[in-house]
Nanobody, 124 residues
Framework: QVQLVESGGGLVQAGGSLRLSCAAS????????MGWFRQAPGKEREFVAA????????YYADSVKGRFTISGDNAKNTVYLQMNRLKPEDTAVYYC?????????????????WGQGTQVTVSS
């Protein structure tokens, strides 16, 4: 049974930092890309960042580039999203996802597995 479990969300003031974790289990993820998406109330789910599980190549949405860093720990089967200089517009439910290969990594409907999400709220 493949599972992706997010953690690390919470309430933080603007300018602060949070680190999200996604613990993956149930299979090996070599050849996969691990992605982070977010969905704010009234908005569509949007791509945030992704990382190639095996190669470590990273991808970022323009809105978070320079503030967020995605990384992975293969030994722990965990991917992280370090979020710095948070803004109120970063408030959303953040989801971890996994897909085969790196093509179409920005498209949520191309991902095979999803976590349940973790809430991030940034106060002003």
């Amino acid at each position: 049974q493949v599972q992706l479990v997010e953690s690390g969300g919470g309430l933080v003031q603007a300018g602060g930092s949070l680190r999200l974790s996604c613990a993956a289990s149930g299979r090996t993820f070599s050849g996969y890309v691990m992605g982070w998406f977010r969905q704010a109330p009234g908005k569509e789910r949007e791509f945030v960042a992704a990382i190639s599980w095996s190669g470590g190549t990273t991808y970022y949405a323009d809105s978070v580039k320079g503030r967020f860093t995605i990384s992975g720990d293969n030994a722990k089967n965990t991917v992280y999203l370090q979020m710095n200089r948070l803004k109120p517009e970063d408030t959303a439910v953040y989801y971890c996802a996994a897909k085969i290969g790196s093509m179409y990594y920005r498209y949520s409907n191309r991902y095979n597995y999803w976590g349940q999400g973790t809430q991030v709220t940034v106060s002003s």
